[in-house]
Nanobody, 120 residues
Framework: QVRLVESGGGLAQPGGSMRLSCSAS????????LGWYRQAPGKQRELVAV?????????ADSVKGRFTISRDGDKDTDTVHLQMNNLKFEDTAVYYC????????????WGQGTQVTVSS
C-alpha cells in the first residue's frame, strides 16, 4: 500500500520561503508522477506542481517562477520536494502530496496534508 508522508509547512511572511517534502513508500516501483496539490478554505483542491520520474514537470500558472519541484531517491527513498519562494498571502492552504496521477490531474494516493500559512 502506497504511503505518502509530508514534512515542512508552517508559517511564513509574504516574500519568504518554505520547503515541503514528501516521501513515498510501499511501492514495488517508483511512482511515475508525484506532486503537490493545495486546498484553500472555501476553494477546490488545485494542482500546484507535479513531476515525473524522468523529470517532466507541470506547474500552476500562479506559482510559475516562484515554486520549484524536484525529486530524488530510488524506489525505497523516493522523495519529492517543493521549494516555495516569494510566498504570497494567496499561497495559504493545506498542501497535499499526491501520487499515481498524471501531469494534469491527481491520482488516488494522497498524503495527510500540511498547512502552509502566509501572514505578516
Amino acid at each position: 500500500q502506497v504511503r505518502l508522508v509530508e514534512s515542512g509547512g508552517g508559517l511564513a511572511q509574504p516574500g519568504g520561503s518554505m520547503r515541503l517534502s514528501c516521501s513515498a513508500s510501499g511501492t514495488d516501483f517508483r511512482i511515475y508522477v508525484l506532486g503537490w496539490y493545495r486546498q484553500a478554505p472555501g476553494k477546490q483542491r488545485e494542482l500546484v506542481a507535479v513531476i515525473t520520474t524522468t523529470g517532466s514537470t507541470n506547474y500552476a500558472d500562479s506559482v510559475k517562477g516562484r515554486f520549484t519541484i524536484s525529486r530524488d531517491g530510488d524506489k525505497d527513498t523516493d522523495t519529492v520536494h517543493l521549494q516555495m519562494n516569494n510566498l504570497k498571502f494567496e499561497d495559504t492552504a493545506v498542501y497535499y502530496c499526491n501520487g499515481h496521477g498524471s501531469l494534469y490531474g491527481p491520482g488516488s494516493s494522497w498524503g495527510q496534508g500540511t498547512q502552509v500559512t502566509v501572514s505578516s
